[in-house]
C-alpha cells in the first residue's frame, strides 16, 4: 500500500447519492464528433433536470466542460455554457463536480500530439481561474480526464476514437497521464485546496476453465493493469511523468455489468446467474481492493445497467455499498450514471435505455419519463446505506 497520509480527510460530497449526466464529446469510431449535453437534452432542460432529483435526496452530480467545445481555437476558451451550468446549479443548490475532459479533444489535438500536455495544462490553468473569479469560496472537485484505461485501450488498440491507433495503448495512456498530471499540478499551483477525482474502470479479468499456468499469469498481469492509470498518478509506474502520492486524493471507480470477464475472450461473468461462476467476485470485494492498495477515500463514480434489469442491479449496488461501509472502508458516494438515458456513441439511433429517466424521443428535446421499478430500488437501496451509515456512527460513538 501507499503512503497513506491524508492531505484532506473530511468528506466535501453533499450527498452519497449522485447523479451523472453524460457528457461526452469525443470522436466516434466514425470520425464524427458527437456531443451529448445537447444530445440528451441536459443542457436545454437544466433547470428540471437538476429539479427532479430531489425526489431521491441527490444533492450532488457529475457534469462536464466538453474541452471541443470550450477551446475551439487554441488557448482561447468560452465559457458561456459553464457559466450557466455553474449558476443554474447554484440556484438550486446542486453540488457539481465538474469532468476537464471525459473522453473529447479539440480537433487539432490527440494524446500522441507533442502539445497536448501542455495545451491540456493551460486549460486547467483557465478553467480554475475562470471558477474561482465567480466561486471563490466552494469546495471545487475535479476529474482532470475520465477514464484514461478506457480512452488509452478505445483510441490506442481498437481504433474506436481519436488517435485511431492499434497496438498504441501504452503510449496514449503515457500521453493522457502526462496530461493529467501537468494538469493537476498547474490547478494545485493556482489553488492548492482543489479535491482531485480519479474515475478509472474496476473490473475482474480471470483465465478460462482448466487453464495453462501461463492463461493464470495472463489473466493476473491484465487484471493488475487496471491500475497503470492511478500507479502513474501516484508516481509508482512512469515517475518521469511527475506523478506523486500527494496526487492521490479521492479514488473513484467506474463499475457495470459487464465489469468482470474472462481474459483474451468476449465472455462476461454473469453478475445475477442462479448459480454464480466460481471466478465471480462480488464488488464489495473489488471496491476493499482498490481501497487497500492506495488507502485513500473511494467512491463509485458510474454505474448502471440497461433495460428492465436496473431494478435487480441498483438493489445489489446497494446491498455491496453497504457491506463496504459497515467494513469501516470510507465509501463517499455512488453515481448514477447516466442519470438520463443517452444513446449509443457510434449508432445514435440506439438509445440504451439505463437512466433513471428515460428519454422520451416523441419531443425535442428529449423528454423524461421515470422508470418506477427503478425508482422504487433506488429508495430501498438508499434506506439500506443510510440505516448501515447510522449502525456504522452509532458503533463508532459506542
Known amino acids: 500500500m501507499l503512503n497513506t497520509d491524508k492531505p484532506f480527510s473530511k468528506n466535501p460530497f453533499q450527498s452519497f447519492w449522485w447523479a451523472g449526466y453524460e457528457c461526452t464529446d469525443q470522436l466516434n469510431c466514425f470520425g464524427n464528433r458527437v456531443d451529448f449535453l445537447p444530445l440528451t437534452g441536459h443542457s436545454q432542460l437544466l433547470s428540471d433536470d437538476y429539479n427532479q432529483l430531489n425526489s431521491f435526496a441527490i444533492r450532488t452530480v457529475r457534469e462536464g466542460i466538453r474541452w471541443s467545445q470550450v477551446e475551439k481555437t487554441a488557448y482561447q476558451y468560452d465559457w458561456t455554457m459553464v457559466e450557466r451550468m455553474l449558476a443554474e446549479g447554484h440556484r438550486q443548490g446542486v453540488q457539481q463536480v465538474w469532468d476537464l475532459c471525459h473522453f473529447g479533444y479539440p480537433d487539432d489535438l490527440t494524446p500522441l500530439h507533442p502539445m497536448f500536455a501542455r495545451r491540456f495544462a493551460a486549460l486547467c490553468r483557465a478553467f480554475v481561474r475562470f471558477y474561482r473569479d465567480l466561486y ?59 479535491r482531485i477525482l480519479t474515475t478509472e474502470p474496476l473490473i475482474q479479468l480471470v483465465p478460462p476453465q482448466n487453464a495453462t499456468r501461463g492463461e493464470i499469469m495472463d489473466a493476473a498481469i491484465a487484471d493488475e493493469n487496471q491500475f497503470q492509470s492511478v500507479d502513474m498518478l501516484a508516481g509508482k509506474i512512469a515517475p518521469e511523468l511527475g506523478g506523486s502520492p500527494e496526487y492521490l486524493d479521492i479514488l473513484g471507480f467506474n463499475y457495470y455489468y459487464n465489469n468482470q470477464w474472462v481474459n483474451k475472450t468476449g465472455i462476461f461473468l454473469g453478475w445475477n446467474d442462479a448459480v454464480p461462476d466460481p471466478r465471480w467476485v462480488p464488488l464489495r470485494r473489488l471496491l476493499m481492493k482498490a481501497y ?48 438520463i438515458d443517452r444513446p449509443d456513441w457510434d449508432h445514435l439511433d440506439n438509445w440504451h435505455r439505463s437512466g433513471l429517466w428515460d428519454a422520451d424521443l416523441t419531443v425535442d428535446p428529449p423528454g423524461r419519463i421515470l422508470y418506477k421499478p427503478y425508482a422504487d430500488a433506488l429508495l430501498q437501496a438508499q434506506r439500506a446505506v443510510s440505516d448501515t451509515s447510522l449502525l456504522v456512527a452509532n458503533s463508532s460513538v459506542v
Open 136 to 194: 471563490p469560496d466552494d469546495v471545487l472537485i475535479v476529474t482532470p480526464i475520465n477514464e484514461v484505461s478506457f480512452m488509452s485501450w478505445l483510441g490506442g488498440d481498437v481504433r474506436g476514437t481519436s488517435p485511431y491507433c492499434t497496438r498504441q495503448g501504452w503510449e496514449v495512456k503515457l500521453g493522457l497521464m502526462r496530461a493529467y498530471i501537468e494538469g493537476v499540478a498547474a490547478m494545485r499551483e493556482i489553488d492548492p485546496s482543489i
Open 292 to 339: 487497500h492498495r492506495y488507502g485513500r477515500p473511494i467512491a463509485l463514480t458510474e454505474t448502471s445497467h440497461p433495460g428492465i434489469d436496473r431494478p435487480g442491479w441498483i438493489s445489489m449496488i446497494g446491498r455491496e455499498c453497504a457491506a463496504v461501509l459497515e467494513a469501516g472502508v470510507p465509501l463517499w458516494g455512488v453515481c448514477l450514471y447516466p442519470i
